[in-house]
């Protein structure tokens, strides 16, 4: 059994081959109350069943997924919606929509960095929710692939 009931940051950088929703179910279960940072970019094991369960790490502050390509809305929205204390958010590449964007700027309106690059389904509506809900975003980018 896993015992990182007090790790607050953790780098899963491009671990493709060995993480799975499993092992990420379990982080997620044992450092709810305590992650803040966490980078799950490119680990493509992944699924949304294990995605879904990062809702529960409330503390999080900064989460980095560039390149979760099958990630889809729906789990997406079940994080933004949990994890209040997001101010850096890395979604690149990850099948993000408007109606997230939307949801992010409205419950979120301390978030600084947003990394959008390469999600292709966001418009200018995007623009407008984080531009009328998001003082204090400092960084921003959405540039295409």
Known sequence: EISFSTLETLDLFRIDDDLTDKVLIGIAKVCAYSL???DISYCNKL????????STCTK?????MEGLVTIKSKSLNEIVTCCKN???LNLSGCQVKDATVELLAKSHPNLHTLILAGCDHITDRSLYSLGKYCSNLRVLNLRSN
Do not use: A, H, M, P
């Open 86 to 88: 997001l101010d850096k």
């Open 47 to 54: 699924t949304n069943e294990s995605i879904e369960k990062l």
């Open 36 to 38: 803040r940072i966490l």
């Open 60 to 64: 999080l502050e900064e989460l980095r």
